[in-house]
């Protein structure tokens, strides 16, 4: 019921930055953590963060030290700053809700998924 829809997607030069958001809107049930997720072409997609309600974070080691999920907006919004972005980031980058505690390696209990906002990592 909870909905969550990502933005902030767009084209960045190798070693930039970027910072993708994800809104969260409708029926939702308090504590949650919410994750961060990527799919690059012709590849499976892998959860590369994930945020609890005390804004306690994990990350896939890729993306660690580069990449910061936090809350924002009380809540209701969701960050993922990026940095030092390399080729190796281009993907189809996606936010998703679920239970308290639930970890980036297990997206089977992610229950409530947007429709993915595009990195692009190019010179």
């Known amino acids: 019921q909870v909905q969550v829809a990502e933005s902030g997607g767009g084209s960045v030069q190798p070693g930039g930055s970027l910072r993708l958001s994800c809104e969260i809107s409708?029926?939702?049930?308090?504590?949650?953590?919410m994750a961060w997720f990527r799919q690059r072409q012709g590849k499976e997609r892998e959860g590369i963060a994930d945020?609890?309600?005390?804004?306690?974070?994990s990350y896939e080691s890729s993306v660690r030290g580069r990449f910061t999920a936090s809350w924002a907006n009380g809540g209701n919004s969701l960050y993922l700053d990026m940095e030092r972005l390399t080729p190796e980031d281009n993907a189809m980058y996606f936010c998703?809700?679920?239970?308290?505690?639930?970890?980036?390696?297990?997206?089977?209990?992610?229950?409530?998924w947007g429709q993915g906002t595009q990195v692009t990592v190019s010179s």
């Open positions: 998703a809700a679920g239970r308290k505690f639930v970890r980036w390696y297990q997206p089977q209990e992610f229950t409530s």
């Open positions: 409708g029926r939702t049930r308090t504590p949650f953590s």
């Open positions: 945020i609890d309600p005390d804004g306690t974070t």
